[in-house]
């Protein structure tokens, strides 16, 4: 029995296909399909680099300790000096303090101040202020106004102490407080730390002061 080699009609056009139409039909179905495949090949992709996101973040070991800054003191002061004109203090801390803050502040009355923010190795904290040409107001503020308890020399140094450890109230950073007064300047220790580590910051500050304690007698 003879094949039949008829044209094969197509449904939606009734009638067989041209040449012209088969070829364009052939092209738009390998367009397709590339097409498919291009998406297919993204989507793998995509797959592929989450996969890799989550087995870098598993393997990548992690602290759930917070990142804190450490300021070169030394380095902030140098600047800050020739801004200010000022013989800025930069002490030699204990083994294991370290500073997380240096700048220059300037209150809305116009007092500027270097200010240096000290953690001890036991993570408590120790505010050094030293201030110019500052006033009663500018030393109360920082103290969140109270009041003294007593003086105490540390290194020929005679410091005013504020001693708030037992106290209910709210009174910020000033937990403990040492104030100290040289020619125009003032001089500020304050935070959470034992008294003791404020004797070792006291006292590593101590020849500055009394340098300017000299030089202004």
């Not at 094969?8 to 498919?36: C, F, I, M």
């Not at 003032?186 to 300017?212: K, N």
Request: net charge negative; charged share 20%; glycine share 6%.
């Amino acid at each position: 029995m003879a094949k039949n080699t008829a044209p094969r009609v197509v449904a939606h056009l009734g009638r067989p296909e041209t040449p012209e139409e088969t070829a364009a039909r052939k092209a738009v179905d390998s367009r397709n399909h590339r097409q498919r495949q291009t998406v297919s090949n993204l989507i793998y992709a995509l797959i592929a680099t989450l996969g890799l996101m989550i087995f870098i973040v598993l393997i990548v070991p992690r602290s759930d300790t917070p990142i804190e800054p450490i300021v070169d003191v030394a380095a902030v002061a140098q600047g800050a000096s020739v801004s200010t004109g000022r013989d800025l203090v930069v002490p030699s801390v204990p083994q294991g303090w370290r500073s997380n803050a240096a700048e220059l502040r300037t209150t809305a009355d116009d007092i500027q101040a270097w200010y240096v923010g000290y953690l001890t190795a036991d993570d408590e904290y120790i505010g050094l202020y030293q201030g110019f040409e500052t006033n009663s107001t500018w030393v109360a503020e920082r103290l969140n106004k109270t009041l003294a308890v007593g003086t105490v020399d540390i290194a020929g140094v005679d410091w005013t102490v504020y001693d708030n450890r037992k106290s209910s109230a709210d009174v910020g950073n000033a937990r403990y407080g040492l104030v100290t007064e040289v020619g125009d300047e003032t001089f500020i220790l304050l935070g959470s730390a034992e008294p003791i580590e404020f004797t070792e910051l006291a006292t590593a500050i101590a020849p500055s002061i009394t340098e300017r304690q000299g030089a202004s007698s």
